[in-house]
């Protein structure tokens, strides 16, 4: 996969800068590989995010001697994981675990920002405002290189001989390799995402309540992400009433998760993810590879998407070292298969409390497999149907 070009030329184009390109592109340099990633974006701008980390990512951040930034930061050690069903708590502190005895949330400007910053680091080339226009394809149709678009709008040709898109759950880059959703989820949430002042840290609280669901997530600055779930459907409605206000949703359809609000202020406004199913996508051709939502994405109510991204930009860094690229969706696709599964049915907001609780427990060892898999402790996971 890796060979000698034209100094003008690349090992490998990464198209998105955020954590799962950045990381790719930052594991690729460290072993020598030439590679340039483009961002449409200039760097430091935020996105939605629920922020989490699970364990299994900090665990990768701290393999990649990232994590002191992070924790440098200030952001919020996370001790305590409290499942509310209902008003009811249940609540696990969290112990030692692989070396890792907190979790941790940060906000996507830092995150993206340190992941970006170990790419340059390690040898990669970073071009912000700079858009994927197309690829470069050879005589029989294998991709070759990349068309971007820079800062002033000229289209400029990018030789290299593997292009990844982690471009987001739109990918242009999967659009123009016409990648074919290979499983698709059934249910959606939409979800209200706002940053808040004056709470104190009491770790992850995730919220259920019959047809809905919430959580409040310590991150920088003395803030917390607070978010409120509920069907498409209904947030439409809600939207036909005027101005969404995620306070007033919360008091509606899960009371204890604005029991917890007390005394927030309000540092951002509202913002709406109108709801998207999940889904797997053809990941790997001629040329050319998808990471991050860009090739699985997962409905947000699991707040795994982090998690996974930095778990696929190792898998697919070492598939593109080892040439075995068309290899590597079979892996990402049996770490993630299960837990596909459980969020789309946590996602439908259908479950009595019984059955909610049911759905975590089964998560739980989706997310412990991933776990053991991401430490190296078990390597030898079946390939999921």
């Known amino acids: 996969m890796i060979g000698n070009f034209r100094d003008n030329s690349y090992d490998v184009i990464v198209v998105g800068a955020r954590c799962a390109g950045a990381s790719t592109a930052m594991l690729l340099a460290r072993k020598g590989v030439k590679v340039l990633v483009v961002d449409h974006d200039q760097p430091g701008t935020d996105t939605i995010s629920t922020h989490a980390l699970m364990r299994a990512g900090v665990f990768q951040l701290r393999k990649w001697g990232l994590l002191h930034a992070i924790i440098g930061a200030q952001t919020p050690a996370v001790r305590r994981t409290s499942f509310i069903y209902d008003g009811e708590a249940l609540d696990i502190d969290l112990k030692d675990e692989d070396g890792i005895a907190a979790l941790y949330a940060p906000r996507r400007t830092l995150l993206d920002a340190t ?19 197309g690829f470069v394809t050879d005589d ?39 990648a074919q959703v290979t499983r698709a989820a059934q249910n959606s949430i939409s979800c209200l995402y706002q ?44 939207r036909k009433a005027g101005p969404l206000k995620l306070d007033k949703i919360a008091n509606r359809f899960v009371p204890a998760l604005n029991d917890d609000l007390a005394g927030a202020e309000a540092a951002s406004v509202p913002v709406l993810f109108p709801g998207l199913p999940g889904f797997f996508r053809q990941s790997a051709g001629p040329g050319w590879a998808l990471v991050g939502d860009a090739g699985h994405f997962r409905d947000p109510i699991t707040a795994h998407g982090i998690t996974d991204a930095l778990r696929d930009a190792e898998i697919l860094a070492d598939a593109v070292i080892a040439g075995t690229v068309a290899d590597y969706p079979a892996l990402r696709d049996s770490l993630s298969s299960k837990f596909f599964a459980l969020t789309d049915r946590l996602a439908g907001l259908d479950w009595t409390m019984g059955e909610v609780q049911n759905i975590h427990h089964a998560l739980n060892r989706a997310m412990k497999a991933n776990q053991r898999w991401v430490a190296g402790t078990n390597r030898d996971l079946p390939i999921a149907a």
């Open 195 to 238: 940053y808040v002042g004056g709470l104190p840290n009491r770790g992850y609280r995730w919220h259920f309540a019959p047809g809905a669901a919430g959580g409040v997530i310590p991150t920088n600055d003395g803030q917390s992400c607070v978010f409120v779930a509920v069907p498409p459907e209904v947030q439409a409605d809600l």
């Open 115 to 133: 992941l970006a910053n170990a790419a340059a680091i390690a040898g990669a080339e970073l071009r912000y405002g700079t858009g994927f226009s």
């Open 140 to 178: 029989e149709g294998r991709v070759i290189g990349a068309k971007v678009r820079t800062p002033t709008g000229a289209i400029e040709q990018v030789r290299a001989p593997l292009v990844i898109g982690a471009d987001g759950r739109r990918s242009a880059v999967a659009r123009a390799a016409g």
